[in-house]
Every structure is written in C-alpha cells, then in structure tokens.
C-alpha cells in the first residue's frame, strides 16, 4: 500500500507521466532560450499532479471533486500550450498527438 491515498490513484499515475512529458519538452525549450514557455509549461504540468495530489487528501468526497475540477483545468491550459508550441515548430505532431 502507498504511504499516500493519491500514490494509488489511476489518475495521479497518468497526471505523473503526462507531467513528465511536459517537463522534457519544457527542457528543450529552455536550450531555445524559450523560458517563459518552459516556466508556464512545467507550472501547469505540476499543477496537473498537485491539484489530485492535495486533493485526495480531503476529507469528502465534495471537496476532492473540486480539487480534480481544478486540474482538469490545467489539463485545458497544457492542450493550449501544446497546440501553440506545435504551431510554432517546438515539438512534433507526434508529441502533441501523445499529450
């Protein structure tokens, strides 16, 4: 068993890799000397994990339904991020069709 509830969850362990992603891409983007790009990309890539995370810690279901709430937003703000960076030639097609 996980020390923690959210170590269990499907979503979390998804969010965790999709997140990793995400911060390779984001790696590269800093040798382009892209950093504002690579900052807002591993902020919300975080913000994924963080949000199910702090979320599986409530104490009702009520309550955790928002914390998922919340990244799914973040979902919506990497898609953005994703489709502008495949835009503008920094990553592959295949990249943004894995993310």
Known sequence: MAQ???????????AIQISMKLFDIADRLEEKKLFRFA????????????????????FTNADFSNFLKFSRRSVFECANMVYILRLRNHITENEKTEL
């Open 39 to 58: 900052e807002q990309l591993r902020a919300a890539g975080l913000s994924l994990t963080n949000n199910i995370a702090e979320g599986s810690g409530s």
């Open 4 to 14: 923690f509830r959210f170590e269990d969850l499907e979503i979390w362990k998804l």
